[in-house]
């Protein structure tokens, strides 16, 4: 079983700044990676798929990069709508989808 | 426009049953691999069960044997029947539609319906 781990658990920073949000997976999923951000009350949105595709109406600042184990979701210039959950995801053989357990992006 | 309605959910007792469903529109739910995911109160998202185009189901290890997936094609509905509920089964449900594109992501997502398993 693929497991994916993202650091840090909670990020602060301040509006402006740049966040940069890290998901380690136990093996290799070579460049499949997808992002989510969820708001509380919400469900979640896809931001990222395939490592580093925007989905439809995400802005620029978002982007994705990574392969293999190691990827990274940054966000270049935070605006106040970003502070929120983000979620990694990844299809995997067992189970058929798996998540990491989810980065907090707070203001400072 | 794609949306996706839950609806179903509400307080049961332990060992009790819930049927969730899935009313879509804006795009055939028969054609993708549609997804059960849930978020337990204050935790993350969990994979519950998924449904590929071809008929083909999948269940997380939790609920496999007390939860069945499926749709109704003439409806347009996905469905989620929930027997012998656990305390452990609390939580918001989502369906979400997959996609796949390189590989799979879950692009679009309804708001959800929330479950509490309770005496």
């Known amino acids: 079983e693929i497991v994916l781990t993202q650091s840090p658990a909670t990020l602060s920073l301040s509006p402006g700044e740049r966040a940069t949000l890290s998901c380690r997976a136990s093996q290799s999923v070579s460049n499949y990676l997808a992002w989510y951000q969820q708001k509380p009350g919400q469900a979640p949105r896809l931001l990222i798929y395939?490592?580093?595709n925007r989905a439809t109406g995400i802005p620029a600042r978002f982007s994705g990069s990574g392969s293999g184990t190691d990827f990274t979701l940054t966000i270049s210039s935070l605006e106040p709508e970003d502070f929120a959950v983000y979620y990694c995801?990844?299809?995997?053989?067992?189970?058929?989808?798996?998540f990491g357990q989810g980065t907090r992006l707070e203001i400072k | 426009e794609v949306q996706l309605v839950e609806s179903g959910g509400g307080l049961i007792q332990p060992g009790g049953s819930l049927r969730l469903s899935c009313a879509v529109s804006?795009?055939?739910?028969?054609?993708?691999?549609m997804n059960w995911v849930r978020q337990a109160p204050g935790k993350g998202l969990e994979f519950v069960s998924g449904?590929?185009?071809?008929?083909?189901?999948y269940y997380a290890d939790s609920v496999r044997g007390r939860f069945t997936i499926s749709r109704d094609n003439s409806k347009n509905t996905l469905d989620l029947q929930m027997n012998s509920l656990r305390a452990g089964d609390t939580a918001v449900y989502y369906c979400a539609r997959g996609v796949f594109f390189g590989e799979l992501a879950l692009d679009f997502w309804g708001q959800g319906t929330r479950v509490s398993v309770s005496s």
């Open positions: 804006g795009f055939t739910v028969a054609d993708y691999y």
């Open positions: 449904i590929y185009s071809g008929g083909s189901t």
């Open positions: 995801q990844q299809r995997t053989n067992w189970p058929p989808i798996t």
């Open positions: 395939d490592t580093s």
